[in-house]
């Protein structure tokens, strides 16, 4: 079940909140917001639900055993490793068993083939929450959880279990029993919400529509500014699928009482590839940085080591995406870029003028989008190839073949316009007046989407497949 859909707008959200809101008590709240997360979750896979229960388990106990054995290190660290261990296995199992015995098998043949295992939804951001409560609690840095359901509250709170952001304990270790819900917040949740909605449902949608055009269409009739242009339509698509589904998750946490932190902030603005790893993404980078690259020892080492330490968290934070090369080799991109930027580059892009600083980071950005994207390894040496060698679109079949892409293309000055901090400077209504011209915009976009919604099949999340 996906938050674009009428299923959800019209079933599901309607079916937790006014329920929600009509009960007073934190407990039965709680436990109404866990049995329809867990019916949410079970929705497309309900098979799933089990390894997700089974990884909450393991959690949970290791968690009681690593706080009853704090007065034996040794045996508290075992406790704390092999709550890791078989946490991190069910992800390893169920999404790069088969990708790693594949690579095994095309250097060694085995003669042994591994029946396919299908990828539960969401499991890399599920096990990545589990991870950080466990890690953050035998750093000292949270609780133990001693009610099971409450910790499976917080892997499995339907707003960011599918596609994130990925919510530290931390976060909200207090909410859980001590968030208090007031309008306001529901308001603006609302707003927030759909906006994430409208960037989803009317840009990223319409601008997916070209690059999924060009890339599975002729290749003989598509040159070199077409597929140029298929690049920037999915820099685009991916920008505002996954901060549209982040803003909605967090929309909906906040209608809740939870107050999740921002995943995006209009990465498109930076200056260096540096800077847009602050800005896209920021709950899965800074989860790497706290419980990878800081623990290895960051930039706190001899250069060597500090490179070693940019390219394993870089090809984690590819290998993280999916189990691919293409993904490999899109997060070794930028352990490169980064590397090159934090030696070199960085000094250079410092003394030239801002707006070149910006043309070169979204022109490296957008190349990296390429590596991300296309995962058949010929498909993307032609693509690369056609993309710097200069090759003529035959525009009248194009056009023929493919009339809709003009009217996808009108949509990138909107795509443009809004991957800037743009409606932050709109400014605001005042009084009553104000107030409710503000709240019918609301309710057109909201119409907006509902009807495309209704008169279109395309409908696709990018980040689910994580």
Request: glycine share 6%; with cysteine.
């Given at each position: 079940m996906?938050?674009?859909s009428l299923t959800f707008l019209?079933l599901?959200?309607p079916?937790?909140?006014?329920?929600?809101?009509?009960v007073k008590?934190r407990?039965?709240r709680n436990?109404l917001?866990?049995v329809l997360?867990?019916?949410?979750?079970?929705?497309?896979?309900?098979?799933?639900?089990?390894m997700?229960?089974?990884?909450t388990?393991?959690?949970?106990?290791?968690g009681?055993?690593?706080?009853?054995l704090?007065g034996?290190p040794?045996a508290?660290k075992?406790a704390f490793?092999?709550?890791v261990?078989?946490?991190t296995?069910?992800l390893?199992?169920?999404?790069?068993a088969n990708f790693?015995w594949?690579?095994?098998?095309?250097?060694?043949?085995?003669?042994?083939t591994?029946?396919?295992?299908?990828l539960?939804?969401?499991?890399?951001f599920y096990?990545?929450?589990?991870?950080?409560y466990?890690?953050?609690l035998?750093?000292g840095k949270?609780?133990?959880?001693?009610?099971f359901?409450y910790?499976?509250?917080?892997v499995?709170?339907f707003p960011q279990?599918i596609?994130?952001p990925?919510?530290r304990y931390s976060?909200i270790?207090d909410e859980?029993?001590?968030?208090?819900e007031?309008?306001?917040?529901?308001?603006?949740?609302?707003?927030r919400?759909?906006?994430?909605?409208?960037?989803k449902?009317?840009?990223a949608?319409?601008v997916?529509?070209?690059?999924?055009?060009?890339?599975?269409g002729n290749?003989s009739?598509?040159g070199?500014?077409?597929?140029?242009?298929?690049?920037?339509?999915?820099?685009?698509q991916?920008y505002?699928d996954?901060?549209?589904?982040s803003?909605m998750a967090?929309?909906?946490?906040?209608?809740?009482g939870?107050?999740?932190?921002?995943n995006?902030n209009?990465p498109?603005?930076?200056?260096?590839a540096t800077?847009?790893w602050?800005r896209w993404h920021?709950s899965?980078?800074?989860?790497f940085?706290?419980y990878?690259?800081?623990p290895?020892g960051?930039?706190?080492?001899?250069?060597?080591?500090?490179?070693?330490?940019i390219f394993i968290?870089?090809?984690?934070?590819g290998f993280?995406?999916g189990?691919?090369?293409?993904f490999l080799?899109w997060?070794?991109?930028y352990g490169?870029?980064?590397?090159v930027e934090?030696?070199?580059?960085?000094k250079?892009l410092?003394?030239?003028?801002?707006?070149?600083?910006?043309?070169?980071?979204?022109f490296v950005?957008?190349?990296g989008?390429?590596f991300?994207?296309?995962s058949?390894p010929a498909?993307l040496s032609y693509?690369?190839?056609?993309?710097?060698?200069?090759?003529?679109?035959?525009?009248?079949?194009?056009?023929?073949a493919?009339s809709?892409?003009?009217?996808?293309i009108l949509w990138?000055p909107l795509?443009f316009?809004?991957?800037?901090?743009?409606?932050?400077k709109l400014?605001?209504?005042k009084?009553w007046?104000?107030a409710?011209a503000?709240?019918?915009?609301?309710g057109?976009l909201?119409?907006?989407c509902i009807?495309?919604?209704?008169s279109s099949s395309?409908?696709?999340?990018?980040?689910?497949?994580?």
């Open positions: 996906v938050f674009s019209y599901f959200l079916l937790v909140v006014l329920p929600y809101f009509l008590n407990t039965w436990g917001l866990l997360s867990l019916f949410f979750y079970a929705w497309g896979e309900p098979k799933y639900v089990v997700m229960l089974a990884a388990v393991v959690a949970y106990a290791g009681l055993a690593i706080e009853t704090r034996r040794k508290c075992v490793v092999l709550t261990c078989l946490v296995a069910n390893l199992v169920f999404k790069y790693l594949d690579t095994l098998n095309s250097i060694v043949s085995t003669g042994v591994l029946p396919t295992i299908a539960p939804i969401g499991i890399s096990t990545f929450q589990i991870l950080s466990v890690i953050d035998y750093w949270v609780h133990v959880q001693r009610n359901f910790l499976l509250l917080y499995s709170f279990l596609a994130g990925i919510v976060t270790e859980i029993l001590h968030r208090k007031t309008w306001g917040d529901v308001e603006a949740g609302l707003k919400f759909l906006l994430g909605l409208a960037k449902v009317l840009i949608n319409n997916a529509a070209i690059a999924d055009m060009i890339y599975q290749q009739i598509y070199t500014a077409l597929y140029w242009l298929a690049s920037v339509a999915y820099t685009m991916i505002f996954f901060s549209g589904y803003d967090i929309g909906l946490g906040r209608m809740f939870f107050h999740f932190l921002e995006f209009y498109y603005l930076s200056r260096s800077e847009f602050r920021i899965l980078s800074s989860w940085r706290d990878i690259y800081i290895l960051g930039s706190r080492v001899s250069r060597p080591k500090w490179v070693r330490n968290v870089w090809g984690l934070t993280w995406h189990a691919a090369w293409n080799l997060g070794l991109y490169v870029l980064l590397v934090k030696f070199w580059l960085g250079v410092d003394k030239l003028p801002s707006v070149l600083r910006w043309f070169y980071t979204f950005v957008n190349l989008w390429v991300f994207h296309l058949d498909f693509a690369l190839h056609v993309m710097f060698r200069w090759q003529a679109t035959d525009w009248p079949r194009v056009l023929t493919n809709d892409i003009l009217l996808g990138f795509a316009l809004f991957s800037f901090p743009v409606w932050k400014p605001r209504p009084g007046k104000g409710l503000a709240d019918l915009g609301y057109i909201l119409m907006l009807l495309y919604i209704l395309y409908n696709p999340f990018i980040y689910f497949r994580f």
